[in-house]
């Protein structure tokens, strides 16, 4: 089950971030970001985003 929410978060992780990044790539574009510079900017938010995902799925009631 933890496999399973994890890769669930994973997935959305990069969903989102793919819809953060093509809804605001006319900025990207305008600043002329090399693809290196996108993919970067793409796995970090990805990253950021599944980490916050994991932890909110993953709190333990005390």
Do not use: C, P
């Given at each position: 089950?933890?496999?399973r929410v ?32 996108i993919l970067?900017?793409?796995a970090v ?18």
């Amino acid at each position: 089950m933890r496999r399973r929410v994890s890769s669930l978060a994973i997935t959305l992780s990069v969903v989102i971030a793919f819809w953060l990044i093509w809804s605001r790539l006319h900025i990207i574009v305008w600043v002329q970001a090399s693809f290196w510079q996108i993919l970067i900017v793409f796995a970090v938010l990805a990253v950021a985003l599944f980490l916050g995902i994991d932890h909110l799925l993953n709190q333990t009631r005390d």
